[in-house]
C-alpha cells in the first residue's frame, strides 16, 4: 500500500513540475501565480500524505481488493472494452 501511495504523490509532483516548465516557457506572469498556487497547495497535500497511513492516504476506492475499487474496476473495463474492443479478462490479454 505504501508503493501505491508513493507512486500517487510522485504523480503529483511530476504533474506540477510540468505545469511550471509550461508557466515559466509561456512568460506570461498570470500563469506563473497559478502555477505557484497549485505548487503551494500540492506541497501542502504532499505533507499531509506522507504523515498518514498509506490506507487513509489511498481511501477505499483506491485500495485493490475492496467493494468499492473492485466495482471502479469492473466499470473501467466495460469502458476499456466498449472503447477498443478488447476484453481486458480475456486470455492472453496481459
Do not use: Q
Amino acid at each position: 500500500m505504501a508503493l501505491l501511495a508513493m507512486n500517487g504523490i510522485e504523480h503529483f509532483a511530476t504533474d506540477h513540475v510540468s505545469r511550471c516548465v509550461a508557466a515559466i516557457k509561456s512568460g506570461k506572469p498570470a500563469l506563473m501565480g497559478v502555477a505557484a498556487a497549485f505548487g503551494e497547495k500540492w506541497e501542502e497535500e504532499r505533507i499531509c500524505s506522507l504523515r498518514n497511513d498509506p490506507l487513509v492516504y489511498l481511501g477505499e476506492g483506491n485500495i485493490p481488493g475492496t467493494e468499492e475499487n473492485n466495482t471502479r474496476r469492473a466499470c473501467s473495463k466495460a469502458l476499456f472494452k466498449a472503447a477498443t474492443g478488447i476484453d481486458l479478462d480475456a486470455e492472453g490479454a496481459k
